[in-house]
């Protein structure tokens, strides 16, 4: 499997929302961008709480999603920006269903793992100006996951993103976040989650933390 990255985009920590901060707000970036442990070597996370770090360093929203947010809440601005969901990476081609924890791509010269689904916040409803993102988000599945980086290296807008190893198989992103975050997840299955290694250690947690 392999797509084409479209752009490969970057946000500094600014004014958001009374004394918050963000960099939800996501720009294409031109040129070779290096992909570091952490993260894009150009890019910043206001809340270290909840964003970046090695188990979210990169993130995707699937660009074949605003055709569906569309749908949902008109043709807003900010949905012709590849990076309008704080996404780092843009590619179509690639959602939920198709991918697994675990798997490997690579991009340009760094070597990337889906290491857990993204579990959304009010940031994009306070980005957009449109209530009930996040519901839509839950119940559509259509959240994104997160990359840590197992290779550093440096990528751009053209290369492409090649799946080059497959994970756990049994668990898609979309699998994963409907257990999880949408709370449809059986004992047996969130039991298997809070022990795949290849699952963040947080969302492991969350998953053992839902056990009776």
Known sequence: MKVELTAICAGRAQGFRGEET?????????GPVQIRIEGLEVDEQADHRVHGGPEMAVHLYPSDHHAFWRDQIGDHALLSEPGAFGSNLAVSGLTEAQVHIGDQFRLGSA???????????????????????????????????????IE?????????????????????????????????G???ELFELSQL????????????????
């Open 22 to 30: 963000s960099a939800i707000a996501k720009q294409a970036i031109a």
């Open 111 to 149: 070597l990337l793992e889906i290491s857990q689904p993204r579990q959304p916040c009010w940031k994009i409803e306070h980005r957009f100006g449109v209530k009930k993102m996040v519901a839509a988000i839950v119940s559509s599945g259509r959240c994104g996951w997160y990359f840590r980086v």
């Open 152 to 184: 550093e290296g440096a990528a751009e807008a053209g290369d492409s993103l090649e799946r080059v190893s497959l994970g756990a198989t049994d668990w898609s992103v979309e699998r994963v976040f409907a257990a999880i975050i949408a709370g449809k």
């Open 186 to 188: 059986t004992q047996d």
């Open 197 to 212: 290694e290849s699952l963040s250690p947080k969302v492991r947690a969350k998953a053992a933390g839902k056990l009776r």
